[in-house]
């Protein structure tokens, strides 16, 4: 076993780097014919049944807006009924055919199979599934009173997704569907104050790249990775934190509209705004020097704000 070790350090090296300058240009070619047709053609989603989870506001709420303009009928999820009337008459108004609301839990097992059942008891189908339910964290890891207190943001944030697409796949299967999820640009940059949000959307991102593979191609995964987008949820967040919200925030209006473009053109990866991308490159290349800058950001802006009483 040691020598089949011993043998591949030694060989893999130099093949990686022969296959990398032999095959990579013709890679990137493809590449660039892929995206080329991806702008050109683009997805009618009218009369499709698109789900939701947290469509009471954020970016749930604003991507079910840009599904209700182009025709789609839809399921909105949500612990808060009153918002969801809220969103769903908007979207009625917008332009959907057919809006229900379906109040409940994605942390809860059994509200996640409910989702489903009453999805395809309505409409009879489910075209798209969009996992968009989460919470945030902005404490220390060190200053949880008890760590069992984390448990939620796992179990929404990661679980909450797991849960209803396994109810979602058969049905997602008869139509040729779509999976969306979205994740975080924490899931790669290390965000200080949010040590197990980042955790619960890095283990999102793996599981939705291996589950692509698995069942790939019945189903199509499209997995979304903002950045800083300005919410109800995170904004009151920047501020606590911050003093004011962040000047690098993007619109959630502007943030919802991207996403639904890159669903629409069947893109693989949806990173808003498309920048950070780039940052997501150098935490690659040069970690550490992320690390010092996040550090160095948080230490002096962002730690005296956490300390407060």
Request: aromatic letters at 12%; hydrophobic letters at 45%.
């Amino acid at each position: 076993m040691d020598l089949i070790h011993t043998i591949l350090n030694l060989l893999l090296p130099p093949l990686t780097i022969s296959f990398l300058v032999l095959f990579y240009p013709l890679y990137l070619f493809i590449k660039l014919v892929s995206c080329l047709y991806k702008h050109l053609w683009f997805e009618n989603v009218a009369g499709k049944v698109v789900l939701i989870t947290g469509a009471s506001s954020g970016i749930g709420e604003h991507v079910a807006y840009e599904y209700a303009k182009k025709g789609a009928c839809l399921a909105l999820v949500a612990r808060r009924k009153d918002r969801l009337e809220i969103v769903a008459e908007t979207s009625r108004q917008l332009g959907s055919g057919d809006v229900i609301i379906i109040p409940g839990d994605v942390s809860n097992v059994e509200d996640c199979k409910k989702f489903i059942d009453e999805t395809i008891l309505h409409f009879g189908k489910l075209d798209h599934l969009i996992n968009n339910a989460g919470v945030p964290q902005t404490i220390l890891f060190e200053n949880f009173t008890q760590i069992q207190d984390a448990n939620h943001i796992m179990d929404i944030n990661f679980w909450g997704s797991t849960y209803i697409t396994y109810f979602a796949i058969p049905h997602l299967r008869k139509s040729k569907g779509k999976i969306v999820v979205t994740t975080s640009a924490s899931a790669v940059i290390p965000l200080p104050s949010a040590s197990v949000y980042s955790a619960s959307k890095a283990a999102l991102l793996k599981f939705f790249e291996t589950l692509r593979v698995e069942i790939s191609p019945d189903i199509k995964i499209t997995i979304v990775i903002p950045g800083f987008i300005s919410t109800n949820m995170t904004t009151p967040l920047f501020i606590d934190m911050y003093g004011s919200d962040l000047i690098l925030s993007e619109s959630v209006s502007k943030c919802a509209k991207s996403i639904f473009k890159g669903i629409a053109r069947g893109e693989t990866y949806i990173a808003e705004p498309s920048w950070i991308k780039w940052i997501f490159m150098i935490q690659k290349v040069c970690p550490e020097i992320v690390d010092y800058v996040l550090n160095y950001i948080f230490v002096r802006y962002g730690k005296p704000y956490l300390k407060r009483d």
